[in-house]
């Protein structure tokens, strides 16, 4: 029986900056395969090469922060930034947990609605007189 192991990148830093960077910068990349895990976190083998890209392109190539984001989301779209920005292509990523955050509402305010009404019930004289001879009261 074989266990699943995640494989661990080990690659040279120049100093602890540059290390803390590359770590950064792989904790703000969504992995194109997982949905909702980091590069840092997966262990796809396409997360794999793009942690292998993100230390080329810091340390071998010297690309900036900002320069890595636009190569990885030139190629992979803004699907690839956990915090992709509001544009036409990616407006329903922002206003979906909105969408959903007002329905959820609404239906716990109908819920609740109809918890109320059900709670409010209106005896007759004859069911109180039934009701306090059950329990023994005059």
């Known amino acids: 029986m074989?266990?699943?192991?995640?494989?661990?990148d080990i690659y040279p830093f120049a100093d602890e900056a540059e290390e803390r960077r590359y770590k950064g910068l792989i904790e703000e990349f969504r992995c194109p395969k997982c949905l909702n895990t980091n590069l840092a976190g997966s262990d796809a083998p396409i997360a794999k090469d793009l942690r292998g890209?993100?230390?080329?392109?810091?340390?071998?190539?010297?690309?900036?922060?900002?320069q890595i984001r636009d190569y990885l989301r030139e190629r992979y779209g803004d699907f690839v930034l956990y915090d992709p920005p509001f544009s036409a292509q990616t407006w329903y990523i922002w206003i979906t947990p909105i969408g959903i955050g007002l329905l959820a509402l609404a239906i716990v305010g109908r819920l609740l609605s109809r918890a109320r009404k059900q709670t409010s019930v209106v005896l007759s004289d004859a069911d109180r007189g039934r009701i306090a001879s059950l329990l023994g009261e005059k």
């Open 2 to 8: 074989t266990h699943a192991e995640s494989q661990i």
């Open 53 to 66: 890209t993100v230390y080329r392109l810091q340390v071998s190539e010297g690309y900036s922060d900002q």
